[in-house]
């Protein structure tokens, strides 16, 4: 069987896809948050998955990306900083964001698959991400759970205006 010119391919972000990136992150407000192009550059620097799918003949045209975070890291993020007190041998899920038309079409999944490679590359143990659950976001959530993340904590945030689900997945669960 041959590639079809619309299946969706992974690649690593590259800093010529920010304008892309800065769109559908601000489309999927308030599932993340809003950031202006210089975090979103500094989270793409820092990332140590970050990756986008596209259209295997429209290379340039991100359909959906994900920036995963190691530990260690100077973030301010209420939600890094409690995974981060944790431990130490996770991969965080800054933000994953899928176009408006794209998703239940296998790209969230495809992206994941990414951060679990990445994950195993650097021996970290868990993937860790967080769901609005107020205001609510339940397909997210419906997905993670689909995926095997289970929630580990909740937290109000960005001063008890956002409340939280902390999941997380075990690096070698399927």
Same mark, same amino acid.
């Not at 010529?16 to 999927?28: F, Y």
């Not at 994953?96 to 999944?109: D, L, P, Q, Y």
């Given at each position: 069987?041959?590639?079809?010119?619309?299946?969706?391919?992974?690649?690593?972000?590259?800093?010529?896809?920010?304008?892309?990136?800065?769109?559908?992150?601000?489309?999927?407000?308030?599932?993340?948050?809003?950031?202006?192009?210089?975090?979103? *550059?500094?989270?793409?620097?820092?990332?140590?998955?970050?990756?986008?799918?596209?259209?295997?003949?429209?290379?340039?045209?991100?359909?959906?990306?994900?920036?995963?975070?190691?530990?260690?890291?100077?973030? *301010?993020?209420?939600?890094?900083?409690?995974?981060?007190? *944790?431990?130490?041998?996770?991969?965080?899920?800054?933000?994953?964001?899928?176009?408006?038309?794209? *998703?239940?079409?296998?790209?969230?999944?495809?992206?994941?698959?990414?951060?679990?490679?990445?994950?195993?590359?650097?021996?970290?143990?868990?993937?860790?991400?967080?769901?609005?659950?107020?205001?609510?976001?339940?397909?997210?959530?419906?997905?993670?759970?689909?995926?095997?993340?289970?929630?580990?904590?909740?937290?109000?945030?960005?001063?008890?205006?956002?409340?939280?689900?902390?999941?997380?997945?075990?690096?070698?669960?399927?």
């Amino acid at each position: 069987m041959s590639p079809h010119s619309t299946d969706p391919v992974v690649r690593p972000v590259d800093i010529a896809d920010l304008p892309q990136l800065m769109v559908l992150n601000r489309a999927a407000v308030p599932a993340v948050n809003d950031i202006d192009d210089d975090e979103l *550059r500094t989270l793409v620097e820092q990332s140590v998955a970050a990756v986008a799918v596209v259209e295997r003949g429209h290379p340039d045209a991100v359909l959906g990306f994900v920036l995963a975070l190691p530990p260690g890291l100077d973030y *301010r993020s209420e939600n890094y900083r409690w995974f981060s007190a *944790r431990g130490d041998r996770f991969l965080y899920v800054d933000r994953i964001v899928v176009g408006e038309g794209r *998703r239940s079409r296998g790209i969230g999944a495809l992206l994941y698959d990414a951060v679990f490679d990445a994950a195993r590359a650097r021996g970290a143990t868990e993937v860790d991400c967080e769901v609005n659950v107020d205001p609510p976001n339940p397909g997210s959530l419906i997905f993670h759970s689909r995926l095997g993340f289970q929630e580990v904590g909740r937290q109000a945030t960005k001063g008890d205006t956002v409340v939280v689900a902390l999941l997380a997945r075990a690096v070698d669960a399927s």
